[in-house]
T-cell receptor
Framework: SQQGEEDPQALSIQEGENATMNCSYK?????LQWYRQNSGRGLVHLILIRSNEREKHSGRLRVTLDTSKKSSSLLITASRAADTASYFC??????????????FGQGTILTVHP | EPEVTQTPSHQVTQMGQEVILRCVPI?????FYWYRQILGQKVEFLVSFYNNEISEKSEIFDDQFSVERPDGSNFTLKIRSTKLEDSAMYFC????????????FGDGTRLSIL
């Protein structure tokens, strides 16, 4: 798989359910970020987790990072119809040979039915 | 909340013509980026820019591309001689610091090459 691959590619749930999206990557990272993209709009930053962190929370979002498995998960609890969007993980390896560029995955399309 | 703004929202151009995509980053940000997203594909990094210089560029960013910060507020991407395969959404992003802070994205310019 390529750097920053999300799984599943599409997820359809009912309002109130939890949504879990996974991301795998290949190279070493400085941090991993999750972004949301509503149709036809730009990317909105959701949460950043550093390589020395294992878990982070922000409101209804919970992100985990397992650097030994090179994987991350994004959990959205008590989903709402407004959470319907594409979700991308993006890795950053700033400080090595990189200067902050983000490498994005293919994304997970989340549909939350009212 | 401050935003990254991009103009135009949609640009239609004949193949071989030059286009300039414009971005106004968040005012206290120092690092600027361009990404593109071909329909149905991943968001891809093009170039990062700091202190009036390119910090890093991808293989996509060949000689037909250039970036400029002509004044204290604008950040532009120029494509000199457009090709059909340049059709994509182009996103500008900015960040206060490099690699350890989230990048803030504009809503993008949809570039259509005929």
């Amino acid at each position: 798989s390529q750097q920053g691959e999300e799984d599943p590619q599409a997820l359809s749930i009912q309002e109130g359910e939890n949504a879990t999206m996974n991301c795998s990557y290949k190279t070493s990272i400085n941090n991993l970020q999750w972004y949301r993209q509503n149709s036809g709009r730009g990317l909105v930053h959701l949460i950043l987790i550093r390589s020395n962190e294992r878990e982070k929370h922000s409101g209804r979002l919970r992100v985990t990072l397992d650097t030994s498995k090179k994987s991350s998960s994004l959990l959205i609890t008590a989903s709402r119809a407004a959470d319907t969007a594409s979700y991308f993980c993006a890795t950053s390896n700033a400080g090595g040979t990189s200067y902050g560029k983000l490498t994005f995955g293919q994304g997970t399309i989340l549909t939350v039915h009212p | 909340e401050p935003e990254v703004t991009q103009t135009p929202s949609h640009q239609v151009t004949q193949m071989g013509q030059e286009v300039i995509l414009r971005c106004v980053p968040i005012s206290n940000h120092l690092y600027f980026y361009w990404y593109r997203q071909i329909l149905g594909q991943k968001v891809e990094f093009l170039v990062s820019f700091y202190n009036n210089e390119i910090s890093e560029k991808s293989e996509i960013f060949d000689d037909q591309f250039s970036v400029e910060r002509p004044d204290g507020s604008n950040f532009t991407l120029k494509i000199r001689s457009t090709k059909l395969e340049d059709s994509a959404m182009y996103f500008c992003a900015s960040s206060r610091e490099q690699g350890i802070q989230p990048q803030h994205f504009g809503d993008g310019t949809r570039l259509s090459i005929l």
